[in-house]
């Protein structure tokens, strides 16, 4: 029985073991293998997703200061968000993704390596930008104080969005979970409303997954 309703984001679990959070690499074991000679169409489908977000992440990095592999680390940080997030509605599943551990520990680390990159390659660029253009000279000071107050809170602001979005989710899933009464002359209203917010879940487990990769990307291509 749930002791309150929160209880669903506790990691603990049986015999005192924190063995929940396996659920992120169970996760991974979905993708399909290139094991057999003729291609499945499941992996056909795999690589039609994954030629298209190829595409759609390369038209958002800047060329100029492009390394190879870059694309791909969009893609795998989309591809390992958007199935822990899709795992996670099911039941009797962890949601990982509803722990801001969790989305602190992949968007701190790529953030920090970003800014780093940046001051220690682009060190005239970035302070360039610390001032935008045609900013009077007695609100500089001022400016530079916001513009590193933006960048500093990006990665917390990108936890906290996939993080509040999908506790909110469940939270909700769960509180309608308990409304279901099979005796109720109005099971099946109740039922197809359950249903229909699971679908609406399973949309907004890809979105936000999209939403933090695509976020990621742009600020790592935005000092050109």
Known sequence: MMMSLFSMFDPSASFNLH??????????????????????RVNNFILLILNTLYKEFSSLFSYNILFKGSVLISCSLFLFIMFNNIT?????????????????????????????????????????????????????????LIELTSNIIRPFALSVRLTA??????????????TLDINSYFWMIILLVQTGFMIFELM??????????VLMTLYSSEIS
């Not at 063995?19 to 499945?40: A, E, F, R, T």
């Not at 999908?166 to 899933?173: D, P, R």
């Open 204 to 213: 907004v487990a890809i979105i936000q997954s999209y939403v933090f990769s």
């Open 88 to 144: 996670s509605n099911f039941p009797y599943t962890f949601c990982c993704s509803a722990h801001i551990v969790f989305s602190l520990s992949l968007s701190v680390p790529i953030w920090l390596s970003i800014i780093l990159f940046y001051w220690f390659n682009l060190t005239k660029t970035m302070l360039s930008h610390l001032v935008p253009m045609g900013t009077p000279g007695i609100l500089m000071p001022l400016m530079v």
């Open 19 to 40: 063995m929940n959070w396996i659920y992120m690499v169970i996760s991974l074991l979905l993708m399909p293998s290139l094991y057999w000679c003729s291609k499945s």
């Open 165 to 178: 979005n999908l506790i909110a989710g469940h939270l909700l899933m769960a509180l309608l979970g308990n």
